[in-house]
T-cell receptor, first 113, second 118 residues
Framework: AQSVSQHNHHVILSEAASLELGCNYS??????LFWYVQYPGQHLQLLLK??????LVKGIKGFEAEFIKSKFSFNLRKPSVQWSDTAEYFC???????????FGTGTRLKVLA | GAVVSQHPSWVICKSGTSVKIECRSL??????MFWYRQFPKQSLMLMAT?????????EQGVEKDKFLINHASLTLSTLTVTSAHPEDSSFYIC??????????????FGSGTQLSVL
């Protein structure tokens, strides 16, 4: 079955702490991978994506994610979080060449000032 | 950046009534739009793919007669929840894929509609 699993539902960090949010997927075939972020009161917006090439992708606001094919993972990282990173983060996968996105359950990140 | 407008942002209705939710792409054409449903603490679940000028494609388990989708133009898709019941209460989100974008594509999301059926 096609699925995306985000193991951390809630994460609380202090400013300047390092962040890693886990994402694992189950999907047969080549995939494209995404991280979306939803800031309080705002739309979901794209943080970064992986289609092919370098498995370490960099996104906006200092975020990066690493695609590890052997582990079916696409973990999101940021070396030093800020209070403004408080948001909900969604990992998503899409079969290459399809338009059907499958989302994880999301991780709520709260950064304490 | 591209904007998707979803309206209304919240609606309360009586059981048995129908509710229409609109999803508009404001500054781009969207051949394909998607409707998602999200229950508290759960993932966004794809309900259907809305294709301009043709019938929507529904995911398994989604009642097409219950959730009517119309995508009559390149900038507008509507979702009508017919004869709504309390179990239809949920957060509905639309997204749009910009026409012509392939490997560089991304989805643009509406702000969602919180439906509460009394």
């Amino acid at each position: 079955a096609q699925s995306v699993s985000q193991h951390n539902h809630h994460v609380i960090l202090s400013e300047a702490a390092s962040l890693e949010l886990g994402c694992n997927y189950s999907y047969g075939g080549t995939v494209n991978l995404f991280w979306y972020v939803q800031y309080p009161g705002q739309h979901l917006q794209l943080l970064l994506k992986y289609f092919s090439g370098d498995p370490l992708v960099k996104g906006i606001k200092g975020f990066e994610a690493e695609f590890i094919k052997s582990k079916f993972s696409f973990n999101l990282r940021k070396p030093s979080v800020q209070w403004s990173d408080t948001a909900e983060y969604f990992c998503a996968v899409r079969g290459s060449g399809t338009y059907k996105y499958i989302f994880g359950t999301g991780t709520r990140l709260k950064v304490l000032a | 950046g591209a904007v998707v407008s979803q309206h209304p942002s919240w609606v309360i209705c009586k059981s048995g009534t129908s509710v229409k939710i609109e999803c508009r792409s404001l500054d781009f054409q969207a051949t394909t739009m998607f409707w998602y449903r999200q229950f508290p603490k759960q993932s966004l679940m794809l309900m259907a793919t809305s294709n301009e000028g043709s019938k929507a494609t529904y995911e398994q388990g989604v009642e097409k007669d219950k959730f009517l989708i119309n995508h009559a133009s390149l900038t507008l898709s509507t979702l009508t929840v017919t004869s709504a019941h309390p179990e239809d209460s949920s957060f509905y989100i639309c997204s749009a894929r910009e026409t012509g974008m392939a490997t560089n594509e991304k989805l643009f999301f509406g702000s969602g509609t919180q439906l509460s059926v009394l």
